[in-house]
Structures are given as structure tokens and as C-alpha cells.
């Protein structure tokens, strides 16, 4: 079993509100099986990893199932949604 990359990770909130980013198929199917849960999207996201994984379908299909299942749970982090980065150096623009 490869790991299958996404095209673009795909980045979800777990635990105490800490953004989690996953690179693949493996990712995405290893954050499936800790989930706590039994819905149809967690099963149909499980189903498309596991498939993915086992080469009949592509990685970018896994992904898109999986993203439903992250919306429908309000887990995906959007874009707009991440905090700026901190900086550690110096600003001299006050």
C-alpha cells in the first residue's frame, strides 16, 4: 500500500482546535479509523481511502469523499479560516 499524495493536502480540526494537515490517502485513512463515529460519510470516506489505497480508484477521488465527510462534520479548515503565521523576528514597523 503506497501512500497515494493528494494533489493539494487537505487540513481538518481535531482535538482541542489544533489544525491537522494530511498529505494522502493513508493520512486521511488513518484520521478515518481514529474517528469517533459511525456515519454514512465515514464510512463512504473509508470505503474511497481503502479503495485508493488499493489502487481501484485515484487518490483525488478518495480526496473528494473525504472532504464531504469533513465538511458534513465541520471539521475542514478553510483557507480564510487559518490564523496568520506568528513571527518570531523583530518588526520595525510600528
Not at 14 to 32: C, S
Not at 39 to 51: D, G, I, M, V, W
Not at 66 to 94: N, Q
Request: hydrophobic residues 45%; contains cysteine; positive net charge.
Amino acid at each position: 500500500m503506497l501512500a497515494k499524495p493528494f494533489e493539494k493536502p487537505v487540513r481538518v480540526w481535531t482535538g482541542l482546535g489544533f489544525p491537522r494537515q494530511l498529505n494522502n490517502v493513508a493520512d486521511a485513512y488513518q484520521m478515518l479509523l481514529n474517528w469517533c463515529g459511525n456515519s454514512p460519510e465515514q464510512k463512504a470516506a473509508l470505503r474511497a481511502c481503502k479503495a485508493a489505497l488499493a489502487g481501484d480508484v485515484d487518490a483525488e477521488t478518495a480526496r473528494g469523499i473525504f472532504l464531504a465527510f469533513a465538511r458534513r462534520k465541520d471539521i475542514l479548515v478553510e483557507d480564510a479560516m487559518m490564523p496568520p503565521p506568528v513571527s518570531h523576528g523583530r518588526d520595525t514597523h510600528i
